[in-house]
């Protein structure tokens, strides 16, 4: 945790939840909790803005549990983009609330929904959900949120990138009137505007950082590189950090051809993608977690998924198809106060979108020279063939790029790692996510 010079006893928490706090080794707040929780506990509705890996989850967690052991006739509902960040938020919000009697339900895509009716029967106070899964539970009325009266969107603005607009209005729409709603987001791109002016009530705004700013603890570094040079280029990487690496690739064929080099070269790699299996995706990430793969290479659907500490260097193979992204993904290096470092692989015709990045952080990326690379062998050639030909890049919100898309509009994903926001379910006939 990055210290503050304040603790968590001076923010109106209840003294069984610092004990609890205390006992998980929690004791001194990020500036996000430190601004958020005394709001929260209040019932205000809010709007929080911060950079990746902050501590949000603990900033509406701890309010939500302290609000409905006020009231335990309150229920609580807190919509995540993806199903690892509905995972990740559950493990943190039940070291707080099952010691206080509290349940939980993650509804997610991917996995058994007759799992999740069960988890639904035992009347959980808190439930994580993913909006097409969660959809699909309303419409077999598996579920009701007529008692959620307390409702978070976490990584807002990346739900709406990810097309969830329609499913989020329709979710929002069913609710009670009468609620506390929080909007936590890494940016504040004007579809956040518009969502808080249809749905919070005179919401608190807070703002820890502006859009676009990393970790103040990664060190960031540039190279120019031709595509046939990216491979060979990456084992050199890899032979001079001999910690856990995350790298990030624009396809999924990219990650699963680049994991496979790897294995071939000895290195314990692992690819993370939409294409993996829940059980596949879920085994990556604990193999990445315990050390059983030094490397995972992942899409962006992993960039902000993995809460992973001790990320010794995040390595973008290729440049993120949305600007902001970029934020992220070296966000997962660096985290709660540590140091880490980010390497970005870019081709001499992406020198616009270098500038595009360096715009939105509001600083230079430092160019390194590029080192004496071994001759390429026929066997890469063959394998990245494929990579010379790049799925189109669409408009992010970067200040290089086109206007902003307003929240309700279709969003239609564009990324060759996104799904449709709805997928037929093979029992119900409805989304899953």
């Not at 506390?180 to 518009?194: D, K, Y």
Request: aromatic residues 6%; glycine residues 6%.
């Amino acid at each position: 945790m990055s210290e503050t010079g304040s603790s968590f006893r001076g923010l109106g928490i209840a003294p069984s939840i610092l004990t609890i706090l205390d006992k998980i080794h929690f004791t001194i707040p990020t500036p996000i909790q430190e601004k958020s929780i005394p709001q929260a506990i209040e019932g205000k509705d809010m709007i929080g803005i911060a950079e990746t890996g902050t501590g949000k989850t603990l900033a509406f967690g701890v309010p939500l549990i302290q609000n409905i052991l006020k009231d335990p006739r309150r229920k609580a509902l807190v919509l995540l983009p993806t199903r690892e960040l509905a995972v990740q938020a559950d493990e943190m919000l039940r070291k707080v609330a099952v010691p206080l009697g509290l349940k939980t339900a993650v509804l997610i895509g991917g996995e058994s929904i007759r799992k999740q009716w069960y988890a639904l029967d035992r009347k959980p106070q808190i439930i994580l959900a993913t909006p097409g899964r969660l959809i699909d539970h309303l419409e077999q009325k598996t579920v009701s949120l007529k008692d959620a009266t307390i409702v978070v969107l976490d990584e807002a603005d990346r739900m709406l990138d990810m097309g969830f607009a329609p499913q989020l209005r329709r979710i929002l729409e069913v609710l009670p009137s009468e609620r506390q709603t929080m909007l936590f987001s890494a940016t504040m791109p004007q579809s956040i505007v518009s969502m808080a002016r249809a749905f919070l009530k005179l919401p608190v705004s807070i703002e820890i950082a502006h859009p676009g700013t990393a970790a103040k603890d990664v060190t960031q570094e540039l190279f120019f590189v031709t595509q046939p040079e990216k491979l060979r280029l990456l084992e050199k990487v890899l032979q001079e950090y001999r910690g856990s690496v995350l790298i990030f690739t624009r396809t999924k064929f990219g990650a699963k051809k680049i994991a496979v080099h790897l294995r071939s070269l000895g290195h314990a790699a692992v690819e993370f993608h939409s294409n993996r299996s829940q059980n596949q995706r879920q085994e990556a990430l604990m193999g990445f977690k315990n050390g059983k793969y030094r490397v995972l290479v992942a899409t962006d659907i992993a960039a902000r998924g993995i809460d992973v500490k001790n990320i010794e260097l995040v390595l973008n193979y290729d440049l993120p198809t949305v600007t902001e992204d970029y934020v992220h993904r070296i966000g997962r290096t660096g985290r709660a106060g540590q140091s880490g470092h980010a390497i970005s692989f870019a081709r001499p015709d992406e020198r616009r979108d270098v500038q595009s990045i360096e715009h939105l952080m509001r600083m230079t990326l430092p160019v390194s020279k590029l080192p004496a690379l071994p001759p390429p062998s026929p066997q890469d050639a063959q394998l990245f063939e494929r990579e010379r030909t790049f799925p189109p890049r669409r408009f992010g919100r970067g200040p290089q790029q086109g206007p902003n898309r307003r929240f309700g509009s279709s969003n239609k994903p564009q990324s060759s790692d996104r799904r449709r926001p709805f997928e037929p379910h093979r029992h119900s006939g409805g989304p899953r996510r």
